[in-house]
């Protein structure tokens, strides 16, 4: 078992571990020789030496959107950059356009493709993001979405508005910042369609001043705050996160030193994104020595979108993050679990092999740890367990072809 619990070194490995599932939650965690009798269980598993990992958390993807940016992809690797191609009215005003034509079943219907994905690499816990509608209408249509796959498909939804993405093209900055203080937030929030509020706070995004009105709302009404932060340039986004005790910072590219020390000091977990970094051919590393240095605790997040990171697999983001990054593995295992939950506020339920927490598991065809992070393009899952059932792998999700998916 790597129980990735807190104040244990590594991963937490017992070996010769027993687990003990009771009502959905973990009822005993440690040496199979140590296991109570009051544990006989009515079902009783041997999994024959196999791995058992916590299930693995995704606390950033923006999982829900139309179409996709295949083009812009080719027009990339032409030579065309990211940054120049959003100001040009591509990029995610793209995304904004083939969102808003779509309806709410095929949002669904299209997003429960990528999420078959990650269900089969064992993720239980998975955060979607709006902020491709950026209007009142699309963005809550989104949310509700992201709501409805929780409801229809065995995994865990934490929702997160990201109506703060970027200005959209047909609207003043000022009129759209208005709009998502005091209708979208709002509106939301009384839906119960957000468990967060996140901003972009970058050059193709919003000014950190800017972000302080939508997230004073946000805290206003009691929503915690994530932030994109200092993705193309250091925009003081890690000290926005800290003013706000955001429960995350994401990207971090280039954050400076005062950045990383704001966010030791506000407890924010660090979310580092090796898929975006990865895409963009991006050669800037995020301050990780200085995370390390000041007990910033860091999150790996496969950042699932279609302009800068299609990726739907966290054991690519895992990989990617332990060879671009240089991350230990435990340190990978860590950010796809105990420290992902924390960035997602859940960590008091899941993330970890403890007694009390949702019986959350992966099942792994693997003997250690190192395994997960060694190899490229496979998928070691043997077994998936969440809230307590066995749930199946390939589930009922259709992938048959929609010619509307062209953009
Ligand atoms: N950073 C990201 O990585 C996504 N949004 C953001 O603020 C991707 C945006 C996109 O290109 O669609
Ligand atoms: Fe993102």
């Not at 992902?340 to 339920?349: D, F, K, S």
Request: overall charge negative.
């Amino acid at each position: 078992l790597a129980t990735l619990a807190s104040g244990r070194s590594g991963t937490g490995l017992i070996r010769g571990g027993a687990l003990a599932i009771v009502d959905g939650r973990i009822a005993f965690v440690g040496r199979e020789e140590d296991l109570p009798s009051r544990f006989q269980a009515d079902e009783e598993i041997d999994l024959a030496g196999r791995l058992v990992t916590p299930g693995l958390i995704d606390c950033h993807t923006h999982l829900v959107f139309g179409g996709d940016r295949s083009n812009e992809f080719e027009a990339r690797l032409a030579g065309a950059d990211y940054e120049a191609i959003a100001k040009a009215g591509g990029g995610i005003q793209s995304t904004v356009r083939a969102t808003r034509a779509e309806t709410e079943e095929s949002l669904v219907a299209s997003a429960a493709k990528r999420l078959n994905s990650f269900i089969c690499e064992g993720v239980t816990t998975i955060e979607i993001k709006s902020g491709y509608g950026l209007d009142y209408e699309t963005e809550l249509r989104m949310l509700r979405a992201a709501r409805r796959l929780g409801q229809i498909y065995p995994i865990d939804i934490v929702t997160t508005l990201l109506a703060a993405h970027t200005v959209p093209g047909d609207q003043e900055r000022a009129t759209y910042l208005n709009l998502v203080t005091e209708k979208i937030i709002p509106r939301a929030v009384e839906d119960g369609l957000a468990d967060a509020i996140d901003g972009f706070c970058d050059s193709i995004g919003f000014s950190s001043e800017e972000l302080q009105r939508v997230f004073r709302r946000a805290r206003e009404l009691a929503l915690p705050v994530k932030v994109h932060a200092d993705q193309l340039s250091d925009a003081g986004g890690a000290e926005l996160a800290a003013q706000f005790s955001a429960l995350s910072a994401d990207h971090l590219e280039k954050t400076g030193a005062a950045g990383v020390a704001a966010l030791a000091r506000a407890g924010t977990v660090a979310v580092l994104l090796p898929g975006a970094y990865f895409d963009l051919r991006e050669k800037h590393l995020p301050p990780i020595e200085q995370m390390r240095t000041m007990g910033v605790r860091i999150a790996i997040a496969t950042d699932c979108n279609p302009g800068s990171s299609p990726l739907v697999s966290i054991l690519t983001a895992m990989r990617m993050a332990a060879v671009q990054f240089s991350l230990s593995v435990d340190e990978v295992l860590a950010g796809v679990t105990r420290e992902a939950a924390r960035a997602l506020g859940r960590h008091a339920e899941t993330g970890a092999l403890e007694v009390g927490k949702s019986a959350n598991l992966a099942i792994w065809n693997v003997e250690r740890p190192v395994e997960l992070v060694y190899w490229m393009g496979s998928n070691p899952l043997f077994s998936r367990v969440w809230r307590g059932k066995k749930t199946s792998l390939t589930g009922s999700i259709d992938w048959g072809w929609r010619a509307s998916n062209a953009p």
